[in-house]
């Protein structure tokens, strides 16, 4: 059965995005090696080419690079950086990031729309970060953008589908990939998410403060995997007897 | 005898901006009784989520001081959802060390008799190549307080040369006036550190005998100018062992907790220092300030705001630095001279204090490692 994700005209087989900012580097590869990661994101503030512990030496062949704009304010700043990832060479995908709050970290929408269309009319492949509004995410697509990544709770957070209702109706009515970001805390909730039938689910906290790392990437692989599959099986019909009522209320309809 | 002014004044040619929050930090800080809180307390908001500015008194009192273990594991929880495993690295340049204020705490102050001196932009360059070849991309540039000897464009000349070589270029050095700051980020600066010393207004008096220092307002106010003036980050902190510590760091906590409510865009992180001995004073010391409180006053910045960096000082010995980061720290100095240059050039002026721990940026980075955590060596674009 062929499923994939597709984001800007790539494939994936893979719907599991892992975020970079918060391991130890040396364990990168196990991670995404047992989480079947085909997409990383990393911070181009963290990039520190031809440097100590810079994490593009530590990102393994053939990942498809997603650099974020964190540290951006504004529009315009969110496309200077989005710019140097091009020169460093990390291609075209992009993660909105524009965040003016240094103590919640929530994303700013208004800007983000600026920058999504900035960043789409010079080709990049745009993946906006952003707080669940349909009506944002109604502005993020006719901006160019080519997927949405609602919050799930707080960043860091671990806090699960804080946002459930409205990340649903992003599902809903956009008709773009729907990309989970933030707040997922355990491989239940990536679950969950996926059931409801979010495209992806991406995770950093969660993996990189776990005991045991790998063994929590291939968890969230197994989780995503599985809430996938329930989504396209259609979940199953859940009996609810008070629904059934004793009388019919149509029966008196002639033939 | 020349009679000095009212410390509670500004001179002439400081800015006055629109402001309150000296007066709401006062208040707080003046009705902090932290001898009141009880055990149960204690136990109480250690099971809390979020601690409101109540909680954060309760956290700095004696009471808490019996709980270090259990915030300690709290803390290290909060530490990880923010920061993760990311220890960031820098180094202080001192670049001039002549000061016109008599503080009577320090080093640096105009009475002491020190060898003075400053860098010629030429040795800045090569303290800066020298700095910038063991792999750190953020550097500190400090001065004393001497507008005379180091003014603000000579600063500017060492900020552009500086943001050559960092990624991160931070400025300690005077107060300055909302233009200037907007001038030296214009130069390259995006972060200011200035400590207030104690927020205790009698005891500030006592002792900043002279100089402009002497202005407890203009000093206050300083973060809010800078960030007026563009700057992206600014740090607060009490010299811990001056005044009341207890009362001090409740008092740096609310000054930031204030600021941050104000201007939610800026990055606001926290400094400890605590006193040392210095050159001609081979006797200072932090008071009653030992390193379980020092410990505790950390802690309670990484619950009251756990998005706030706090930066661990090589006053400090290996060890504790070492224990601290990743459960409350999250940025930690490497290969420090607090001298003026002496990375490459011969020192040119002697120390502000005595440091604690000397290791290199290689043996730090090793420490950081040998913690589970990881060295970040640059986590910021100047955009």
Same mark, same amino acid.
């Given at each position: ?5 597709v ?7 893979s ?9 130890s ?10 989480g ?22 530590y990102?393994?062949?053939g990942?498809?690079?997603?650099p974020?704009?964190s540290?951006a304010?504004?529009?315009k700043?969110a496309?200077?950086?989005?710019r140097?990832?091009?020169?460093l060479?990390?291609?075209d995908f992009?993660k ?6 240094s ?11 600026? /920058?999504?269309?900035?960043?789409a ?7 906006? *970060?952003? *707080? ?5 995410a109604?502005?993020?697509v006719?901006a160019?953008?080519a ?8 960043i ?5 589908l ?9 599902v809903?009515?956009?008709?773009l ?19 409801m039938?979010?495209?992806a689910?991406m995770?950093?906290?969660?993996i ?5 790392v ?8 197994? /989780? ?6 329930? *989504? ?10 008070k629904a059934? /009522? ?10 | 005898?020349?009679v ?12 006055v901006?629109?402001? &309150? ?6 208040k ?18 250690l099971n809390k ?7 954060? $008194?309760?956290l700095?009192?004696?009471? $808490?001081?019996g ?16 920061f993760?495993?990311a220890?960031s ?14 503080c ?20 800045i ?24 000897h180091s003014?603000?464009?000579y ?23 909302v233009k200037?700051? $907007? ?7 995006d972060f200011?550190s200035?400590?207030?010393e104690?927020y ?11 100089g ?6 203009y ?5 809010e ?8 980050g ?8 001056l005044?009341?510590f207890?009362? &001090?760091a ?5 000054h ?16 400890l ?11 200072a010391n932090p008071n &009653?300030v030992?390193?379980?409180q ?8 990484r ?9 661990i ?15 409350c720290?999250?940025?930690i100095?490497?290969g420090?001279?607090v ?16 440091i604690a721990?000397?290791?290199?940026v290689k043996q ?18 100047r955009?």
């Amino acid at each position: 059965m062929s499923d994939k994700l597709v984001i800007g005209g790539h494939e994936f087989q893979s719907r599991f995005i892992l975020g970079s900012g918060k391991f130890s580097l040396e364990m990168t590869d196990k991670v995404i090696k047992n989480g079947g990661v085909e997409m990383a994101t990393l911070a181009i503030r963290r990039a520190n080419a031809g440097g100590e512990e810079n994490i593009l030496d530590y990102m393994p062949k053939g990942i498809t690079l997603l650099p974020n704009t964190s540290g951006a304010r504004t529009a315009k700043e969110a496309l200077r950086i989005a710019r140097l990832a091009r020169e460093l060479g990390c291609g075209d995908f992009v993660k909105v990031e524009v965040i003016r709050d240094s103590k919640y970290l929530m994303p700013d929408n208004y800007e983000t729309i600026k /920058a999504t269309e900035l960043m789409a009319k010079e080709g990049f492949i745009v993946m906006p *970060y952003m *707080y669940p509004d349909l009506n944002v995410a109604r502005e993020l697509v006719d901006a160019g953008a080519a997927a949405v990544m609602p919050l799930g709770a707080p960043i860091g957070s671990n806090k699960g589908l804080m946002t459930k209702e409205f990340i649903k109706m992003l599902v809903e009515e956009i008709d773009l990939p729907i990309i989970v970001d933030a707040g997922i805390g355990r491989p239940s909730q990536a679950c969950e998410a996926m059931e409801m039938g979010v495209d992806a689910v991406m995770a950093n906290t969660a993996i990189a403060t776990a005991n045991d790392v790998g063994l929590m990437a291939q968890a969230f692989k197994k /989780a995503i995997e599985a809430g996938r599959e329930a *989504y396209l099986a259609g979940l199953g019909r859940v009996l609810n007897f008070k629904a059934e /009522a004793s009388s019919p209320l149509t029966g008196f309809l002639e033939d | 005898m020349q009679v000095e002014m009212n410390h509670m004044e500004y001179m002439p040619d400081m800015d006055v901006i629109e402001s &309150d929050i000296m007066d709401r930090v006062q208040k707080k800080m003046k009705a902090y009784d932290y001898n009141c809180y009880t055990k149960e307390d204690v136990i109480r908001i250690l099971n809390k989520e979020q601690m409101s500015i109540e909680d954060f $008194a309760v956290l700095l009192s004696p009471a $808490a001081e019996g709980f270090l273990e259990n915030t300690a594991h709290k803390a290290q929880l909060e530490t990880k959802k923010h920061f993760g495993n990311a220890v960031s690295m820098f180094t202080p340049l001192y670049i001039a060390n002549y000061c016109e204020n008599h503080c009577v705490y320090c080093g640096f102050n105009c009475q002491n008799k020190i060898k003075r001196g400053k860098l010629s932009m030429d040795e800045i360059e090569t303290e800066l190549q020298t700095i910038a070849s063991t792999g750190l991309q953020d550097i500190l540039l400090l001065t004393g307080e001497s507008r005379k000897h180091s003014d603000v464009e000579y600063i500017g000349e060492a900020v552009k040369i500086a943001a050559k070589y960092f990624s991160t270029v931070g400025i300690e050095i005077y107060p300055l006036n909302v233009k200037e700051y $907007a001038y030296l980020r214009e130069c390259g600066a995006d972060f200011v550190s200035v400590y207030q010393e104690t927020y205790h207004t009698d005891k500030y008096e006592k002792v900043h005998l002279s100089g402009h220092k002497r202005s407890y307002p203009y000093r206050f106010y300083s973060q809010e100018r800078a960030i007026l003036g563009g700057m992206r980050g600014v740090a607060f902190g009490a010299l811990l062992g001056l005044g009341d510590f207890r009362k &001090d760091a409740f008092a740096a906590g609310l000054h930031a907790y204030y600021v941050q409510q104000k201007y939610p865009h800026a990055e606001i992180s926290f400094s400890l220092p605590r006193l040392r001995p210095y050159i001609n004073n081979s006797k200072a010391n932090p008071n &009653d300030v030992h390193e379980a409180q020092l410990l505790q006053v950390m802690l309670a910045y990484r619950l009251f705001m756990p998005f706030a960096g706090i930066t661990i000082s090589t006053r400090e010995r290996a060890g504790f630095r070492d224990h601290v980061i990743g459960m409350c720290a999250t940025r930690i100095s490497a290969g420090v001279k607090v001298g003026v240059g002496g990375h490459e050039e011969e020192k040119k002026g002697d120390e502000q204090f005595e440091i604690a721990d000397p290791r290199s940026v290689k043996q730090v980075h090793e420490a950081i490692l040998n913690r589970g955590l990881q060295p970040v060596y640059t986590d910021y674009i100047r955009v």
